[in-house]
């Protein structure tokens, strides 16, 4: 399997970049949130586990993300394959590393800056059909409120309402920046300029990628 991993804190652009390069370089796009939020739309036992905690901002347990994003890999032994949202600790990062089927090829951190991150996340819209990112000022989809892709109604996740951003901008801070350091010690980190326009940054991670 070949792994590669987006970091970057909430807002920053790797759920967008990553739908964009899977339909274009065949890589097999895992996000974890959009896993999350489909369990706990069919009401699964993950998804009632997660949703309060999801709904503060906070970080689901690493135990319960081990096993939902091994479960998946495991059906995936020779795909190419980009993590959005996984790993997000170091014990999630270790978790990856202890296998070597999993073990990570290229984390490709996505900087922008922190003052940026609350309005690219507050004005953020979604698909609530098929999860398909917009912005009503930076991504306006065609028509106001609908999704170009499908049709379907664009809304705002719970947890991108102003007070819950500040929350897991913070718990970023804590818990996910330290996997910067942890990839450059296994030289396996790239960065990105992600408030750079898409195409730009696009065309960054295309090069990274090949
Ligand atoms: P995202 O769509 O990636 O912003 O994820 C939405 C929410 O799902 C996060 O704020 C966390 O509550 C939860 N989540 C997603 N991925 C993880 C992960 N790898 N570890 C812990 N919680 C996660």
């Not at 739309?41 to 091994?70: F, H, P, Y």
């Not at 000022?137 to 500040?166: H, T, W, Y």
């Not at 910067?180 to 010690?185: E, P």
Request: charged share 25%.
């Amino acid at each position: 399997m070949n792994i590669t991993v987006f970091l970057g804190a909430p807002g920053s652009g790797k759920g967008t970049q990553a739908k964009r390069l899977a339909e274009r370089l065949g890589f097999v796009h895992l996000s974890t949130g959009d896993m999350l939020r489909a369990a706990i739309q069919k009401g699964t036992d993950v998804g009632k586990r997660a949703k309060a905690t999801i709904d503060r901002g906070e970080l689901v347990s690493d135990s319960i993300m081990i096993e939902l994003i091994q479960n998946v890999l495991s059906e995936l032994p020779k795909a190419k394959v980009i993590l959005d949202g996984f790993p997000r600790t170091v014990p999630q990062a270790q978790a990856l590393d202890q296998n070597a089927s999993t073990k990570v090829n290229k984390a490709i951190s996505f900087h922008v800056d922190a003052q940026k991150l609350v309005e690219r996340l507050t004005g953020r819209r979604i698909c609530e059909k098929c999860g398909e990112p917009f912005h009503v000022k930076f991504m306006p989809s065609k028509v106001a409120g609908v999704c170009d892709k499908c049709g379907g109604k664009l809304i705002q996740r719970a947890d991108d309402s102003e007070d819950v951003v500040v929350t897991r901008l913070d718990v970023y801070q804590k818990q996910t920046s330290p996997l910067l350091n942890y990839y450059k010690d296994q030289e396996s980190l790239f960065q990105v300029e992600a408030d750079a326009p898409v195409d730009t940054v696009q065309n960054d991670l295309t090069k990274i990628l090949s």
